[in-house]
């Protein structure tokens, strides 16, 4: 039984790291397996360079590449034998990316706790990420989520904004999630806004409809209404 330990906590899943895979850690793992009766070298080629793998037990050869920094690595294993005959497995390569991306609100959208007279609300942002996936827009009301909207992104200029329309008078919260392909996440503060698009009722009491009276001032009109 082989194990792993990082930090002093063991790694569940010591399988070799798949191409193209994303990690929003640090290291990476990386394991063949050799067979071969008149074996004689094992090396791991880490970005270039030849390495001998770290352990060895039996046909397993292991290591794990700690300390990255945020980039793209290549690797590969190969093998020869002592009769000349050599082979190498493919090539894979894993993006390290531990920083979550930078995300606010756009210099249009309404500041926090704004009163609107209309049934939609636009909202845009600006994010900066070198390996985007996706954003989400979310809006909620007193009832709950009254709309979610994901788009998958590839760039930081694409799928950026958004307009909920239709929406009824009351209060809402809205506010703006990314992702990217390592599953590094960051999201924009709660803004609220609320919508009313009723005209005031204004019903005039003091004087009577029709009355008549003669007043010697018209500033001293007495005028009541609610």
Do not use: C, M, Q
Not at 27 to 55: A, K, M, P, Q
Not at 159 to 173: A, K
């Amino acid at each position: 039984i082989i194990n792993f330990y990082i930090n002093g906590t063991k790694v569940a899943n010591t399988t070799t790291e798949t191409d193209n895979s994303f990690l929003s850690r640090n290291y990476s793992l990386i394991n063949i397996t050799v067979t071969d009766i008149h074996l004689s070298y094992v090396r791991l080629n880490w970005n270039g360079v030849n390495e001998t793998f770290d352990t060895n037990v039996g046909s397993s050869y292991w290591e794990n590449k700690t300390g990255l920094s945020d980039g793209n690595y290549t690797f590969y294993g190969w093998a020869n034998d002592s009769v000349g005959n050599y082979n190498l497995t493919a090539t894979r390569t894993v993006v390290i990316d531990t920083t979550k991306p930078l995300i606010d609100f756009g210099t249009d959208v309404s500041i926090n706790n704004t009163n609107a007279s209309r049934n939609w609300v636009v909202v845009n942002v600006s994010y900066t990420e070198i390996n985007p996936k996706n954003i989400t827009f979310r809006i909620s009301n007193t009832t709950g989520i009254w709309n979610s909207t994901t788009y998958t992104t590839n760039s930081n200029t694409t799928n950026n904004s958004i307009n909920f329309t239709g929406l009824v008078d009351g209060i809402y919260d809205y506010n703006v999630t990314t992702f990217d392909s390592a599953s590094n996440s960051n999201t924009t503060s709660l803004r609220r806004i609320t919508l009313d698009t009723v005209k005031p009722v204004l019903t005039i009491t003091r004087p009577e409809n029709s009355t008549s009276k003669t007043y010697n001032n018209a500033t001293d009109l007495p005028l009541n209404f609610t």
